[in-house]
């Protein structure tokens, strides 16, 4: 970044040496004839050897936080504006604002009425019926206002409207979401254990979980649209419409196991489990070559490729924590190589965890090709075997343990290994 007081562009070849020179000479020359003469003064010089700005105050650009140039194509660019301070001026103490909450809030002919507390002084419309009828989110409640159900003194605002405290203030109805995109299909599911609070799917691979924007054809076929089918409205919905009754992800390619909330409060309390580690999940992996130890820890950061935007990294220092343990089940050294079978356990649940940190350590994921693995798996020189292929990672979440949310019983939940991942296996050991 230039400095503020580096000449403009065109004249910085000029040089202020020689002025500084003779100037310089002058002082000096002076000095000497005041110690000659006998002036104490002249033991403190009272000017300055130079000021550099009686040389610079003409050539030098007003005083402006930023410097116009001429950019190559000709065009005028603004310079980078000088830093801002390392620290920040210091704030005044603001005294948070208490909102009191409004419960016995019951609607006369669909329209719930009130007013405006004195403390809502200055605070946006939505924001206050938020913290006033915490029930509603600020989301439900900005859908209302946006519908025109929220009318202030008789009149319908904006959700930014700030308010003066005392209005009344109208609610008409109930907010109406946006149509939900996913839609129920008749997709066969594996479920390996159902209650009236929660599901625990054997998710196949290739299916995505939920659905994502818009109506397209790529929102078919996802386990939501297979859940509505079977469950109907006994979803929860904590989660957004799009993903009624899903309380963690396994990526499209990952088969096993995945647990699906009936109810709102199961889904929050199944997402304190995750959030504080409580719910255990164990993975299988199949990965080229030997791991060097026979078990151990890959504590890396995961981040998104800034590159690749559909990959993940650890090789960004602004990533999120990210653990993985890891056990070498087998050995396998056949006609194709050298593979190791793991079991796997995260303590965090970032994207493609386990496939970015296998390939962090040298040891892609089999049929990865995301990370790293090959397209076909060759066989060893003087192997007459065929190369194999296989059109998905070789990643199975093979356990769930946790305990019951309302009934506290533990649950320990396994899925097999699908045909498809056995049937490689059994090739690769010959």
């Not at 009130?114 to 206050?128: H, K, S, W």
């Not at 003194?153 to 308010?163: Q, S």
């Not at 929102?219 to 006994?234: D, I, M, S, Y």
């Not at 904590?238 to 993903?243: K, P």
Request: hydrophobic share 35%.
């Amino acid at each position: 970044m230039p400095s503020k007081n580096m000449l403009p562009k065109g004249k910085r070849r000029q040089s202020v040496k020689q002025d500084y020179r003779a100037h310089r000479t002058q002082v000096l020359e002076r000095e000497a004839a005041q110690r000659e003469a006998g002036d104490p003064e002249a033991i403190e010089p009272q000017e300055a050897l130079i000021d550099t700005g009686e040389f610079t105050q003409e050539i030098l650009p007003s005083e402006r936080s930023w410097i116009v140039t001429t950019g190559a194509n000709g065009s005028k660019v603004a310079e980078e504006t000088h830093s801002a301070p390392r620290y920040p001026a210091p704030q005044a103490y603001v005294e948070p604002v208490h909102i009191q909450v409004i419960d016995d809030l019951e609607p006369e002919d669909g329209v719930r009425s009130f007013t405006a507390e004195a403390a809502a002084q200055n605070m946006r419309l939505d924001a206050y019926l938020a913290k006033a009828i915490p029930d509603i989110s600020r989301a439900r409640v900005q859908l209302l206002i946006e519908a025109g159900q929220v009318k202030l003194d008789g009149v319908a605002v904006k959700a930014k409207h700030k308010l003066r405290g005392g209005e009344h203030i109208e609610i008409e109805g109930d907010p109406q979401p946006e149509p939900l995109h996913a839609l129920p299909e008749d997709i066969p599911l594996t479920i390996i254990y159902e209650d009236k609070d929660l599901a625990v799917i054997d998710k196949p691979a290739g299916m995505m979980v939920h659905a994502g924007a818009g109506d397209g054809e790529q929102n078919r076929g996802t386990l939501v649209n297979a859940l509505l089918f079977h469950f109907g409205k006994q979803l929860s919905h904590a989660g957004g419409d799009l993903r009624p009754g899903i309380v963690h992800r396994l990526d499209k390619q990952t088969s096993g196991l995945i647990v699906v909330a009936k109810n709102d409060s199961t889904h929050r309390k199944l997402g304190e489990m995750f959030a504080g580690r409580s719910l255990r999940k164990i993975y299988l992996a199949l990965v080229h070559g030997w791991m060097k130890d026979d078990s151990g820890t890959i504590n890396l950061p995961i981040a998104r490729d800034v590159v690749r935007r559909v990959r993940m990294t650890t090789r960004r220092a602004d990533g999120r924590n990210a653990v993985t343990h890891w056990r070498v089940l087998e050995r396998c050294d056949g006609p194709y190589g050298k593979f190791s079978l793991l079991e796997v356990h995260i303590e965090t649940g970032r994207t493609h965890q386990i496939r970015v940190h296998m390939q962090a350590v040298g040891h892609s994921v089999v049929g990865d090709t995301l990370y790293g693995a090959p397209e076909f798996i060759k066989p060893v020189a003087g192997s007459k075997a065929d190369p194999l292929s296989l059109e998905r990672n070789f990643l199975h979440a093979a356990e769930l343990q946790f305990e019951h949310p309302r009934t506290t019983e533990k649950l320990e939940l396994q899925a097999s290994l699908p045909d498809e991942l056995s049937g490689v296996l059994q090739q690769l050991r010959g």
